[in-house]
């Protein structure tokens, strides 16, 4: 079965075929956890795709909260990416040096939030692109300003409020992409928070599972991604939002139902960083 939106995915392939095309514009969105203790833009800057820009998820963002990586305003998302020369007549590809599952996802949601369609992930990422001596560089990107409008679509983005409220109503289906261990509570957060355990309610799917380990973290096909959800009680016809500890990995998620034709999947944006200190929160 082939995806139903395979246009949101492609494959290393069909972006070396593409490299230098004045319609494309490819993007570097490289992202470390806290305990990384590595900087994302100084491998940019070492080894990138040629062409490609880097996308700062800590800077391009809202720096009014303390949350991590929260959306910016599509006034400051608009200034940002317009001076990385991602404009709207661009079709943008993602990749990260992780395969795609810690930033390249993130950046297509935000790019889908604030009414970019014509974005995808590189499937594999970095590590598949080098691993079959791609072409790489150190060149200096230096990107002419476009002009990008955006708009947010707010029913692609829920707030504490909204999660909280759904407890009781359980109008949503949230789904937790965190490892069993932090999800039960017994392991550590990267970001570390008062409390621990999950939403209540919430359904635990790690975000990995969506994916082929030994094929540098590429999507598994449509109906593997569909029987997963299946097999942990998702009903991809009534409302979904992932949840991790950022809203990093949840994009994992929501980039997997888009692939399968689920367009509506949203990302609860504070994630546990935010739900494990909320002084109104609970946990299970």
């Known amino acids: 079965m082939e995806y139903e ?3 949101a995915l492609v494959s290393t392939d069909w972006l070396e075929k593409h490299l230098g095309s004045a319609e494309l514009s490819i993007v570097d969105a490289t992202y470390y956890l806290p305990n990384d203790e590595r900087n994302a833009e100084d491998d940019y800057r070492l080894r990138h795709i ?6 700062n998820i800590d800077k391009i963002c809202d720096s009014t909260v303390k949350l991590p990586h929260m959306l910016p305003s599509p006034e400051k998302f608009s ?12 079709r943008i590809v993602v990749y990260d040096s992780s395969g795609g599952f810690l930033a390249a996802c993130r950046v297509w949601w935000m790019f889908s939030i604030f009414g970019h369609k014509e974005v995808a992930v590189l499937d594999g990422g970095l590590p598949k692109w080098n691993h079959e001596k791609r072409p790489i560089s150190k060149d200096e990107v230096k990107p002419q300003e476009q002009h990008f409008s955006a708009r947010k679509d707010y029913k692609l983005v829920k707030n504490v ?4 409220e759904n407890i009781e109503r359980k109008k949503i289906q949230v789904i937790d992409a ?3 261990g932090r999800y039960n509570g017994d392991d550590p957060e990267p970001i570390p928070t008062k409390k621990v355990g999950h939403i209540p309610g919430s359904v635990n799917l790690p975000f990995p599972v969506l994916l082929n380990p030994k094929d540098h973290f590429t999507f598994k096909s449509a109906d593997a991604i569909k029987a997963i959800f299946d097999d942990v009680g998702i009903d991809l016809n009534k409302p979904i939002a992932a949840s991790c500890g950022s809203g990093v990995t949840a994009a994992v998620i929501t980039f997997a139902l888009h692939l399968i034709g689920n367009a509506e999947g949203a990302i609860y944006d504070g994630s546990w960083a935010e739900w494990g200190n909320h002084p109104e929160t609970k946990v299970s």
Request: aromatic share 8%; glycine share 14%; net charge positive.
């Open 178 to 180: 965190r490892t069993p």
């Open 161 to 164: 409020s909204q999660i909280i």
């Open 50 to 55: 040629p062409g490609a820009v880097f996308f």
């Open 79 to 90: 200034l940002q990416v317009s001076k990385l020369g991602l404009g709207n007549g661009k």
């Open 5 to 7: 939106k395979s246009d």
